[in-house]
Nanobody, 128 residues
Framework: EVQLVESGGGLVQAGGSLRLSCAAS????????IGWFRQAPGKEREGVSS????????YYADSVKGRFTISSDNATNTVYLEMNSLKPEDTAVYYC?????????????????????WGKGTLVTVSS
């Protein structure tokens, strides 16, 4: 059974930091690209960051570039999203998702509704 389990969300003040984790199981981790997506209340889901687990190549949405860092631990099949300098507009449910078809460079756009596997999400709330 494929599982993607997110953790690490919570309430933080603006300027603070959180680290999200995505624990993956049930598929060959090294063969998949992993993406972090988020959906704020009343808004469409958007891509945040993606990583190719085989070599660590990554991409970021412009809105988080320089503040968020994605990484993967292939020994534990876990992907992390380190979020620094958080802003109230980062408030959202954050989802991790996996896919091995969509090209990494297109994943943040095309993957929004097309990733093969999805987690259930973790809520991040940034207070002002």
């Amino acid at each position: 059974e494929v599982q993607l389990v997110e953790s690490g969300g919570g309430l933080v003040q603006a300027g603070g930091s959180l680290r999200l984790s995505c624990a993956a199981s049930g598929f060959t981790f090294d063969d998949y690209n992993i993406g972090w997506f988020r959906q704020a209340p009343g808004k469409e889901r958007e891509g945040v960051s993606s990583i190719r687990t085989s070599d660590g190549r990554s991409y970021y949405a412009d809105s988080v570039k320089g503040r968020f860092t994605i990484s993967s631990d292939n020994a534990t099949n876990t992907v992390y999203l380190e979020m620094n300098s958080l802003k109230p507009e980062d408030t959202a449910v954050y989802y991790c998702a996996a896919d091995n078809i969509i090209h990494l460079k297109d994943l943040l756009i095309l993957g929004v509704d097309a990733m093969e596997y999805w987690g259930k999400g973790t809520l991040v709330t940034v207070s002002s």
